[in-house]
């Protein structure tokens, strides 16, 4: 009754910190193992945004997420992260998978050209490096798009 304005909102905000500190660490908890999992995961993440997203996750031996990252916002039709970033960060969470997504805005959940090239820069940057490039989803709409369910990772890896 006797706050007001700043100080009630000093300790709203003190109050929100605590309850977010007595949180579970839930980064432990998310396991993703099956392609349904992780759709389920970046669809709520990916889907309706007006512009490209471009994610990674990063991922220990036992398909648990050490790190969920954007590493690169763009336009409507592209948003492509340096390769070396993709590498960094891996490294940087000591992750032994990568997974990385992105969106397409237009609801179009395949993928092009552009992307197939990627993933295969990708894999081959990686690989020297023993992180696995598990797989890509492109989310579009409703709809997700693996390239591992889709026969591309396979092709991808016998390019080596």
């Known amino acids: 009754k006797g706050l ?10 003190a109050m929100e910190v605590a309850r977010r500190v007595s949180l579970p660490d839930g980064r432990k908890r998310v396991l993703l193992k099956r392609t349904r999992d992780v759709a389920d ?12 997203h471009f994610r990674a996750l990063l991922l220990n031996r036992r398909g648990a997420l ?22 960094a960060r891996a490294l940087q969470a000591n992750a032994s998978a ?3 997504a992105h969106n397409h805005p237009s609801g179009a959940a395949e993928a092009s050209e ?6 295969q820069d990708l894999f081959h940057a990686l690989k020297p ?12 709409g409703d709809a997700v798009f693996s390239f591992a369910d ?6 991808i890896t016998l390019t080596t």
């Open 41 to 52: 995961y970046l669809r709520s993440r990916l889907q309706g945004l007006s512009e490209e």
């Open 4 to 13: 007001k304005g700043a100080k009630a909102a000093q300790l709203a905000a």
């Open 114 to 119: 552009s992307d197939r090239l990627f993933t």
């Open 150 to 155: 889709n026969g591309l990772m396979d092709e």
């Open 129 to 140: 490096i023993g992180v696995k490039l598990l797989d890509h989803f492109v989310v579009g």
């Open 98 to 100: 990568v997974i990385v």
């Open 66 to 87: 050490l790190e969920d990252t954007l590493l690169a916002v763009g336009s409507v039709d592209r948003a492509r992260p340096p390769i070396r970033l993709v590498v």
